[in-house]
């Protein structure tokens, strides 16, 4: 099976950004309609890849970055061993590529773990446009400072956490993604398998498993393959409560 997205030309098709449902979460955010009319004249592509196809791969020259408008993706980087790190998982509303923007090239492998479909931006035209407006450059350095932040709190979660709370921390983490997209925050299917769960939280796979099934034994969760229905948030806030 091929890794090349297929591109998808919707040529006048104008409904991107200022009818997307999801523009409070992407680039867009804060801009006013004049800028949102810029933004939707930038936006002429959307790139549809099916599940177990590359975005892009790690050296690959920065060309555009893409806004997640459905689907769920993950990143990770290949060691010199042929071990796969899962460097973060990505849902509708987050951008894509900003890895590249310091060095021109990707730093890792973007794969579709569903079917999903991304809004284009091309960088140089993207340049030009912030440029143009400083509103829409103000956003892109809060978005590569989510980012930042973000990552950090990967870092913090990896030095300083037990496994249980690993993984009681990428659960909510989760449900206050899923809940600030209009979803339920309590239940939703797992897109990535308990080996990338584990890879990205620096557990081995058999630990994931334990402790999800402790969660489960403790009344804090319901799980039925990938189905997960948390059943007591404040339980699993508890776990990450340095005074318990």
Same mark, same amino acid.
């Given at each position: 099976?091929?890794?090349?997205?297929?591109?998808?030309?919707?040529?006048?098709?104008?409904?991107?950004?200022?009818?997307?449902?999801?523009?409070?979460?992407?680039?867009?955010?804060?801009?006013d309609?004049r *800028?949102? *009319?810029?933004?939707?004249?930038?936006?002429?592509?959307?790139?549809?890849?099916?599940?177990?196809?590359?975005?892009? !791969?790690?050296?690959?020259?920065?060309?555009?970055? +893409?806004?997640?408008?459905?689907g769920?993706?993950?990143?990770?980087? =290949?060691?010199?061993?042929?071990?796969?790190?899962?460097?973060?998982?990505?849902?509708?509303?987050?951008?894509? &590529?900003?890895? @590249?923007?310091?060095?021109?090239?990707?730093?890792?492998?973007t794969?579709?773990?569903?079917?999903?479909?991304?809004?284009?931006?091309?960088?140089?035209?993207?340049?030009?446009?912030?440029?143009?407006?400083?509103?829409?450059?103000?956003?892109?350095?809060?978005?590569?400072?989510? *980012?930042?932040?973000?990552?950090?709190?990967?870092?913090?979660?990896?030095?300083?956490?037990?496994?249980?709370?690993?993984? @009681?921390?990428?659960?909510?983490?989760?449900?206050?993604?899923?809940? @600030?997209?209009? +979803?339920?925050?309590?239940?939703?299917v =797992?897109?990535?398998?308990?080996?990338?769960? &584990?890879?990205?939280?620096?557990?081995?796979? *058999?630990?994931?498993? !334990? @402790?999800?099934?402790?969660?489960?034994?403790?009344?804090?969760?319901?799980?039925?393959?990938?189905?997960?229905?948390?059943?007591?948030?404040?339980?699993? !806030?508890?776990?990450?409560?340095?005074?318990?």
């Amino acid at each position: 099976m091929s890794d090349a997205p297929v591109p998808v030309d919707f040529g006048r098709l104008r409904a991107a950004c200022s009818t997307c449902s999801l523009r409070e979460l992407c680039l867009p955010a804060g801009l006013d309609p004049r *800028e949102m *009319e810029s933004m939707d004249q930038l936006i002429t592509h959307r790139r549809r890849i099916r599940k177990g196809e590359h975005l892009y !791969r790690a050296g690959a020259p920065l060309a555009s970055l +893409y806004a997640v408008r459905s689907g769920f993706l993950k990143s990770s980087v =290949l060691h010199e061993d042929g071990r796969e790190q899962v460097a973060g998982f990505h849902m509708m509303g987050d951008l894509l &590529g900003l890895d @590249a923007i310091g060095g021109g090239c990707h730093m890792s492998d973007t794969l579709a773990l569903e079917d999903s479909e991304l809004c284009e931006l091309p960088f140089e035209q993207l340049e030009a446009h912030s440029r143009e407006l400083p509103s829409l450059q103000q956003q892109l350095h809060r978005v590569m400072s989510r *980012e930042i932040v973000r990552d950090h709190g990967v870092m913090l979660l990896l030095g300083s956490m037990k496994a249980e709370e690993r993984m @009681a921390a990428f659960l909510l983490n989760l449900s206050q993604r899923f809940a @600030a997209r209009g +979803y339920s925050p309590t239940e939703f299917v =797992l897109r990535m398998t308990r080996g990338e769960i &584990g890879s990205y939280l620096g557990l081995k796979l *058999e630990t994931v498993s !334990r @402790a999800l099934s402790s969660f489960q034994d403790q009344g804090l969760i319901a799980v039925r393959q990938r189905h997960v229905r948390l059943l007591d948030l404040e339980g699993l !806030r508890a776990l990450l409560d340095p005074r318990r």
